[in-house]
């Protein structure tokens, strides 16, 4: 008796775990048992439930007249439906119905259900979809070459498009040295040190434009690199993952702009972009064109012996006055910054400066629009990962030693191995190398009283692939309250983990074609072709 009491204890710790609704029924439909996720899911207690016929969740579990009690148990096959049910706040929720039979010698004597609410799993492949094809015919547009960087192995991948800047072929080896070798031999020491000492060191995005030996015509091309680091638990950088694109025909034209006497000045009036033109010595507007009246709200003479920095907000100032301060130095200006209109708007800026003699010059448009389809995008992904963190649907239950006591239907379709396979082995056959460690830490902290909730881990199936899955431990008690081992509930997350990988990517990749377009570049072309002539103008006259 206290075997079947144990049990019994075993199983409801176990449904009581679990955000599914859990209800055993008898032969009659009558209910026996909820959990107290089901209590919530139909806003009643279990005493106002157990002795009910299910039908009278009828709203809930919408069987269409089909009873899963009458379904064909006797040949061991589930019953599974998916309903939709308008709740009290009036939303549409998705629910996913699965029973299975309860029998004993003498057959089928009922069934337990599980009623699992997948309405943001829903909303969340179809948003992921929506935004995965429009990265995709934006990369497809841009023709941005990628490239994922093992930091830990000193090897990178890269895209077709990203060999053909590179002008290398498939037995080019792709390690740190083979990066050495394409980097222009005036650049390459700066480069491994912007690397190493900036970007790994101090960990910050990759953000740079350097010069490259194409390895098949041995021209001297100019490419744009971005890249993102990735960090392990220990806040180790493991991986960069970004986007190059071949910018030396925009270097050339921004040389050119540079010698160019006619057309500075019809560029100037025409650029979409807001083009200031700066004082180096006291920082003070000596120029605008039409774009920046429209851009800020005031006319020229409003703008006219202001400086830059007047109209960014004041929590932005200082980080405004470190990077003029920069430019003023080095000649180079970028940064993001918010600013406030004559009418009292804020914007946000995407700002962009060098400097030619005793002038500093600044082009900003407004990048409003796409912040905050950043933001959307940021909690988009927040709501879908909250979604995989919370929900499981393999149930494991370990002793003090590791060794499987018990194995879940959930956990066979999941990992492939039958209950009478693992009971009694230790749980760690699972895991790679290199993740037994960590397991045995968790059961350590489980084992002490604590719940370990949402651990991403891997582990091997029954074909020894290896597949991403969340997992949350939690103790399993006996009658005094004594850890005696633990309980597991995790599910697989391998596709989810890939479709987020691939949709950080090409959102990146996204974000540097709106601010790396080609109509830019053309712009570009256009904007300083009358730059001497402009100096030659605000020249003084000699005397």
């Not at 990962?385 to 060794?403: F, P, Y």
Request: neutral net charge; charged residues 35%; glycine residues 6%.
């Amino acid at each position: 008796m206290e075997i079947f009491s144990d049990r019994k204890r075993l199983f409801e710790s176990i449904v009581e775990s679990t955000d599914d609704g859990v209800m055993v029924l008898d032969k009659q439909s009558r209910i026996q048992f909820v959990n107290k996720a089901m209590e919530k899911m139909t806003g009643h207690n279990k005493k106002e439930l157990v002795g009910k016929y299910c039908r009278d969740l009828a709203p809930i579990l919408n069987c269409d007249g089909i009873c899963p009690v009458n379904a064909d148990f006797e040949k061991d096959l589930p019953w599974s439906n998916v309903t939709s049910q308008e709740n009290d706040k009036g939303e549409i929720r998705h629910l996913l119905v699965t029973a299975s039979p309860l029998k004993d010698d003498g057959g089928v004597v009922g069934c337990v259900e599980i009623i699992t609410d997948i309405t943001e799993r829903r909303l969340a492949e179809e948003s992921l979809k929506e935004s995965a094809y429009f990265l995709e015919e934006s990369q497809r547009v841009a023709k941005l070459g990628t490239y994922v960087l093992d930091i830990t192995k000193g090897s990178w991948n890269s895209s077709e498009y990203l060999d053909g800047i590179f002008g290398i072929g498939p037995n080019f080896k792709k390690d740190v040295k083979g990066w050495e070798k394409l980097l222009h031999p005036d650049d390459r020491k700066d480069m491994l040190d912007y690397f190493n000492n900036f970007v790994v060191k101090e960990r910050k995005p990759f953000d740079k434009e350097y010069r490259i030996i194409n390895q098949k015509d041995k021209k001297v091309r100019w490419v744009h690199g971005l890249g993102e680091l990735d960090f392990n638990e220990d806040g180790e950088p493991v991986k960069m993952i970004g986007t190059i694109q071949d910018i030396t025909q925009r270097k050339k034209a921004e040389k050119d702009l540079l010698e160019s006497e006619e057309k500075f000045k019809h560029l100037v009036k025409s650029s979409p972009d807001a083009i200031y033109i700066m004082d180096k010595g006291t920082g003070k507007i000596v120029d605008v064109n039409k774009a920046t009246e429209e851009l800020l709200g005031y006319n020229k003479k409003e703008i006219i012996d202001t400086k830059a920095g007047d109209r960014v907000v004041s929590s932005q100032k200082s980080e405004f006055k470190k990077k003029f301060s920069n430019q003023k130095k080095k000649g180079e200006f970028h940064g993001e910054f918010d600013i406030k209109r004559k009418d009292g708007s804020i914007i946000t800026i995407d700002a962009k400066g060098s400097s030619y003699g005793n002038y500093l010059f600044a082009f900003a448009r407004d990048i409003s629009i796409r912040k905050k389809a950043e933001d959307q995008l940021k909690n988009s992904e927040d709501f879908l990962k909250n979604v995989i963190d919370n929900s499981g649907d393999a149930i494991i239950a370990t002793d003090k030693n590791q060794r499987v006591v018990l194995w879940s239907k959930g956990a066979e379709g999941l990992y492939g191995f039958n209950a009478n396979e693992v009971v009694g082995k230790k749980i760690s056959f699972l895991y790679p190398e290199e993740f037994k460690e960590s397991r045995k830490k968790w059961q350590k902290e489980v084992l002490s009283g604590e719940t370990v909730r949402n651990i991403t881990t891997k582990i091997f199936n029954r074909e020894g692939n290896v597949r991403d899955i969340s997992l949350t431990l939690s103790p399993m008690r006996d009658l005094k309250g004594k850890s005696i081992g633990t309980i597991g509930v995790s599910k697989d997350i391998t596709d989810s983990i890939k479709a987020e990988e691939a949709l950080h990517e090409k959102i990146e990749e996204l974000e540097k074609w709106q601010r790396l377009t080609v109509g830019r570049e053309i712009r570009m072309v256009e904007l300083k072709r009358e730059i001497q002539e402009l100096k030659e103008k605000t020249k003084k006259p000699k005397a």
